[in-house]
């Protein structure tokens, strides 16, 4: 009886489990700033494999502008289809693809536009391994039309989403690198240049890394600071992903960028402070983040100008100063009280990092020699040596090219000779 009654137990437990993680199945993971929804209604999810809710988001019929937030759970996809009006996708949450008929399957994360031609067959949905959120606008709504075709089946699906790394001939290293990066990365380029991946990947992921002992936090948190200076959205994207897959955290991210404002200009930074946000907000993360000022509009000029006296030398800062004509004194002043003081004294980098963070904005911009000069000088002053330096320029050169290297290298021979 006793075993009997065990037996009982057991599969009573088990049931239990299965019917708790299919409940789990049935709620919708929230992954972009937009209402999840309801379920597909039957007459949409026959053409489905797996399950998506839809959420629409415009009302008002006149506008002739239909827009819904749809979200795919994990694996799920539409059938492969057409619409004679052709269709706007626009990745607002998560990763998934998209693929037209005869062609390479395009990955799709926030940000992402997929502009779709009239009677385009395509289809697209999630990633295996991701929830995913698009908001698709029907386009001449009057007129389009649907055409259902047959399901994507799972050997279809499978080589779709193939990892793009498993179709590269990569060195081990770089693969490796790849995976701890972005893990299930499937669509380098948009596969649609997969010669160029394999030398770009093996080049950036693997010769370039194996020439210095950099840390990972500080790689990333340099290659973001110079995806600002280039403006590359993509890059920035690219490695915002990367940075927070492996532990970079979200104050540390936010502090690259403020701290690039006196630097690149806040009309590179706006846009990719903007597709921060919307990262963030689809990991989870609560906005705005903890204030990380320590001065006050009274206490910033003074607290800056300590700061540069401290990393450039008081005397070469009060010779700055008082060399400037009387038109153009108010720089000065704002260097100290707007660079320095609302900038460099702020938590969440330290100031060795974030020395390092203002020379990889600088190199990446290119024709700063001048300040390049002054911040390798600035950079020895807290604590970042000339070979630091050098693996810096060195994790930079795949994004910003020989020329702006080599002239980087060159101010820094210059201002620390090869002894």
């Known amino acids: 009886m006793r075993m009997v009654a065990w037996i009982v137990l057991s599969l009573t437990i088990v049931l239990h489990v299965q019917t708790l993680k299919a409940q789990d199945m049935e709620k919708p993971q929230k992954v972009s700033p937009f209402p999840v929804g309801d379920k597909l209604p039957e007459q949409f999810s026959k053409y489905f494999i797996g399950q998506a809710w839809l959420a629409p988001l415009t009302g008002r019929s006149a506008l002739n502008v239909p827009v819904s937030n749809v979200t795919f759970s994990p694996g799920c996809r539409n059938n492969w289809h057409s619409h004679t009006g052709g269709q706007l996708l626009i990745a607002v949450g998560g990763r998934g693809y998209y693929q037209a008929r005869g062609e390479e399957a395009r990955e799709l994360l926030p940000g992402d536009i997929v502009e779709i031609a009239p009677d385009v067959v395509h289809w697209h949905g999630a990633a295996p391994d991701s929830w995913f959120s698009h908001l698709a606008v029907e386009c001449n709504p009057q007129t389009n039309v649907n055409t259902w075709l047959e399901p994507v089946d799972d050997a279809q699906y499978a080589a779709a989403t193939k990892p793009a790394a498993s179709r590269m001939a990569l060195r081990d290293d770089a693969r490796q690198l790849l995976a701890t990066l972005l893990p299930g990365e499937t669509s380098i380029f948009g596969g649609e240049d997969p010669e160029l991946a394999e030398i ?183 604590g970042n040596d000339k ?33």
């Open 387 to 419: 070979r630091k330096l050098l693996a810096v320029v060195t994790q930079l050169l795949p994004w910003i090219g020989y020329p702006r290297t080599l002239n980087a290298i060159g101010c820094l021979n210059e201002v620390l000779p090869e002894e």
């Open 200 to 382: 770009f990947v093996n080049f950036a992921l693997g010769d370039v890394p194996a020439h210095s002992d950099l840390d990972l936090r500080t790689r990333l948190l340099c290659t973001l600071a110079s995806a600002v200076a280039t403006q590359s959205r993509t890059l920035f994207r690219t490695t915002l992903e990367a940075a927070l897959n492996t532990g970079v955290t979200p104050v540390e991210v936010k502090e690259v960028l403020y701290h690039a404002v006196p630097y690149a200009g806040m009309a590179r930074v706006a846009d990719l402070l903007r597709l921060t946000n919307e990262t963030l907000r689809s990991r989870g993360v609560q906005l705005p983040l903890e204030a990380q000022g320590t001065t006050t509009r009274q206490s910033r000029f003074e607290k800056g100008l300590d700061v540069q006296r401290a990393i450039f030398g008081a005397e070469n800062i009060d010779a700055m100063r008082a060399a400037a004509p009387d038109s153009q004194k108010h720089i000065q002043d704002f260097l100290s009280a707007n660079c320095f003081g609302d900038y460099m004294t702020r938590r969440g980098l330290d100031e060795a990092t974030r020395e390092l963070v203002t020379f990889s904005i600088l190199i990446s911009l290119g024709g700063c020699e001048p300040q390049v000069k002054g911040h390798i000088a600035g950079n020895v002053k807290v």
